[in-house]
Structures are given as C-alpha cells and as structure tokens.
C-alpha cells in the first residue's frame, strides 16, 4: 500500500495552494532564459523595426507635407478652439513630428500603428534626423519598459491631440463605449453646426494631403490637370472595432426582446454588402453587413477621348454608411473647384448612384457647378419621359418630335433582347439627327436655349413643316417621314412653329447626361471611367501594399481617427499609382511595350517588350545593323 504523499505510476503531484508563487517562478524563468547570452538585447526587440531612419528617408515626407501645408492650419485651428491659455508643460512629440513618422511608415510599406510611430521616433531615427525634425533625444536603455510606455503615450497624446483639432464627435467615449441611453441622446440633441465645422476641417486636411502627393507627377502632367474629370465610388472602410450595434436583440431564456450593450463609434453604422446577398434555409432574403465607414472617392479619369492619366484620388471622404452619400460628393466637387482650383470636366458614377439620388440633393448641385454627368440608366428611366414646348424628353436629352417610334424605343428594344448591339449602335447614331440643336450656352439658372434640328442654314434634317435655307448645306440629309409629323391641330408645338425654344434646367435633370446616352463615346467613356474606379480600389485594398480594407491596418477608434491615417495610407497609395504609370509611359516610349500583357508569364518570348523601331533611314540605327567585323586571324 502505497502513501498519499508518494505518487502513483507517476501520476499523482501534489496540489499548489497559492496560483501566485508558481506564475511569478515562471516569469522569473523567462526572464532568465532571455537574459542567456546571445539572448538579450536582440531577443528583446527583434519584433520592432529597427533598421535606421537618416536625414536623407525623412527628407520627401518633409517636402510632402510643406507641399501640404497643413499645419499652419492645425495650429490656426486649435488657436480658435482654445477659450484661455495653453498652459502646462510643452509637448514632446509635435504634429510635425507625427506626421512625418506615419509619412515614412506608409512610405516603406508598413502599417500606420502608433507602436511603429513609437519605435521610430525613440530607437530608429539617426542622430541628424533627430536634431531635423527637433525630437527628444533617445532613451539611453532600449531594454526599458518604462521609457517605451512613456514614449508611447506621448505619441497617443500627440495623435489625439492632432484629431481633436477635427473631430465632429469629440464627446464620445472611446474605451466604454455609449450604451442605448447615450445613443439616444446623441441623435436628439446632436449639434449639427459643429459636426459640420469639424467636419470641413477633416476634409480639408485630407485632400490638402492628397494634393501633396501630385507633386510626384512629372511638371508637364501636372500642368495638364486644370480640367479634371473624375469617377464617383463608394466602398466599405472597417475602423477599429469589429461589431456595433444591431437594434434589438430577442432573450431566447425569457422570449423578451432588449438591446444590445454600449458602442464605441455610434456615429458609424453598418454597411450593407449588397453583392453577397443570398437566400437562407427559410428562403428569406440575407444580406451581409460589416460595421464601419463609407469611403467616397473621386478618382481620376481622362477626359472624353483624351490622353491617359494615372487613376489617382483627387478627394475622399468617411461619413456613416447609407446616409447622405450625395451630400458627400457634392462636397468633394465643390471642394475640387473652390479650394483646390480645378476647372470642372464630368464625373462618372454607377447606376443606382445618380437614379437613387433625388435632384434637390444631387443633380441641381451638380449642373450649377458645371460639371458633367456621364452614368448609365435604369430600365424604367428609358424611352420618353413627357415633353417641354413641343421636344419630347428621351433619355435625358430633348428630340424633335418627328423621331420615329423605333428610334425612340431603341434602348429598351436592345435591353429585351429584339435588337443586337450592332443595331442598336446604328439606330442610336440614326437618333442623333433628330436631336434639338443648342442655340446658345446654358445660363446662369442652367436653362438653355434649343432650336428645331430642321431649322437654319445648319439643319441637318428635312421636315415638311419647315422650309429649307437657301444657305444650307447641299449633302443628303435625314428626312422625317410623314407619318411621324406632329399633328398640326389645334397647333403646332412651339418647337415646330418658333425659331427657339427655351428648355429649363430642371427639365429631364435627373437623366441628362454629357453625351449621347448609347452611342460608342458614351459607353467607351463610361466603361473606362468605371473600370479605372474599380481598379483603383482593387490597389488600395491589396493587403501587400495599403491594405486599407483589412480590419486592423488602422487601430484607432472613431471616424475622424480612422479619416487621418487613411488619407497618409491615399498619399502613399498615390505616389506609387504615379511612380508605375510614369514608367509604364516610359517603357511605351522606348520599347513599344503593348498594354496588353501574355496571360501566363511562363511565355519566353514575351511579345510585349517590343524595341522601338527607329526609320529606315536612320543613320544610326543602320550603324548598329550592320554585322561585327569578323575576328582577326590567329598569326
């Protein structure tokens, strides 16, 4: 018989009584094993960065940001938000030296964590890019946990001390959260003035960042962007939790419904992936939904016809998800002309963008500023929607109304599927005589004036009613059949009998367009601008780069936090866009490259580096087909 106290084929071990001891010994036993040699220092910080940071790596994120010119403003700002004096203690880490240490993180391809910030101001900036930037000198132990927090809240400080200076909802509590009460109270007694202030200065500082970084296109290129046109998209953006609130939430132990707990961002919401949407075992529609911000950007597109232009961010925005997606973009065109100087081309959105937007919110903003539209439409915006004196209104522009039947239902014939798309391309070209002629420029109201297209020396269709000019042009024109003439009883319409007509603004805004809706300009210039959209996003989101649809890139909480670090990851994202399309142009230039790439890069002969064919008569060219001498014969 064996004893309690002795173990048992090795399996009996005496109880602790205390959990302490025992943890504190296995501390003490890491703490010993990692000071062995060979252990130390480098076994301590082999996760930080370390490599250094010198003067000349923190030179181009210093020329950014002086090309930016934001922290005149940051300081102007936080000078008219500060009721007394600053007092205290002077701050150690700067906006100047914050920026530039998230500038050259994203720069090398890493991730803007406030660690990393950390880790190259204390341990990874040399001496002469200490005493540039004016940063504290480096502990003197890098093993020191103490120093290492200090140095970390110092750069929590700064961070926070920065967003402040922007941040529409300043009143949240980032680390609790805002259960339902507080929730409530924030929607009923937000204060719209404010929110609006903070937010113009967040956009501000964003694209002034994004303006930065067009300082890295060629001085011809950029002199070229005085007309811009752009191409409007919005995509999900995680932030820095995961999970917000889902409304009520049913107790399956007592049948009651009740809410769920506090939020940490409960000015964001959740964005509805319509993409995803399926059917569940009850048959029931499902859609995903991830909580976080909408991104609207405006991306870069040539204009109609025009050279090539890298597919840049011009502006973005964060805002709450399904929620004034409209109002945002009329704020980044109205920011592109007025606080940027661009004159204004045409912007490109998708179909249920500018179908889904009402004209007070979107469409009137639009034309007052000049800007263009070139989207695609619904299946019931097509064919004719009612008429103004006479000219009916077809797909967002104002027709004779001697245009056949087939002409005006073409679009929702080839949509049916009656007619193929190569019909479809000759009725739409057929539409184009019967379309009212400007007469003049649209005025200031957006009203233009219109005359009959059978109408003046430049008539470019005969009709009974109106009378040839002796002036006109001789070649054959499109006559309007006879069955297809407007009845004269008990009048004609105003178009018909009158020299112009006056179309107002509002008349078939929400589908006018900037080209002829159909036709081969059209449909190249909307698939180009859309695709260059889709593949910009493509860029920013591929996690070897910016990555800034990975949840966690940017671990910070809020929609103003979130805002600053993605705008520094759009610069660097920028940058690079600009960096490979230069050389792309270059590689065009000199060796013929075709852009269309062999879909399997095992292919030896690669076809699409083809050298630049010189002329026939070029002498040196010649020089260099001519064969080698032959070699000199052994004596």
Sequence with gaps: MTSKSEPEHGSYRPRLAKRTPAIRQSSDRFARDAMRPGLGHDFLVARRRVSPVTAETIREPLELLEAAGVIPFIEEWRAEDRSTHPGGRPAAILDTHLLVALLVLVLENAPPHLTLVRDLLAYRLDDDARGMLGVPAAPRDHED???????????????HRLVNVM??????????????????????????????????????????????????????????????SITHDQSFIPTGTK????????????????????????ELYHFVHSAGARLDEDGKLRTPMSWGAAGNFAVLVPEVDGDPVPHVVMAFSLSEPLKDSDLELVGLLQGLITDRGYSPGHVTGDREFFAGSTIDRLHRAVRQMRWGVVTDLKDDQLGVRGSVKGAILLEGAPYSPGIPAHLRNATIDFRAGRIDEETYFRLIDARSFYRARAKESPNADGAQVHMCPAYGQNAILLCEIRAIHPQSSKKAKRAVHETDLPPAEPILPAICRQTSVTIPADADLKRAQLLQ?????WLRTYRNDRNASERFHSIIKDPAHEGVGTRGIRRVRGLAANQVLLAIQLLAANIRIITRFVRKMHLKL????????????????????????APDDDPEQKRLDRPPPPPPEAE
């Design 590 to 613: 000199v060796y013929s490259v075709d852009p269309i790439r062999p879909k399997h890069y095992s292919s030896y002969g690669r076809p699409y580096m083809k050298p630049r064919q």
């Design 145 to 159: 946990p103490v120093a290492a927090k200090n140095w970390y809240n110092n750069v929590c400080a700064a961070y």
């Design 517 to 521: 809706f159909g036709s081969r300009q």
């Design 167 to 228: 941040d529409p909802f300043p009143q949240f509590n980032r680390r609790e959260g805002t259960n339902l009460q507080g929730r409530i109270e924030f929607r009923l007694y937000r204060d719209h003035e404010f929110e609006a202030t903070m937010k113009s200065r967040l956009d501000f500082f964003s694209n002034r960042l994004l303006e930065a970084s067009l300082s890295a296109m060629p001085r011809e290129m950029r002199r070229g962007l005085k007309k811009i």
């Design 243 to 266: 999970r917000g609130w889902r409304g009520k939430v049913t107790d399956r132990r007592t049948r009651t419904d009740k809410w769920n707990g506090a939020v940490v961002e409960p």
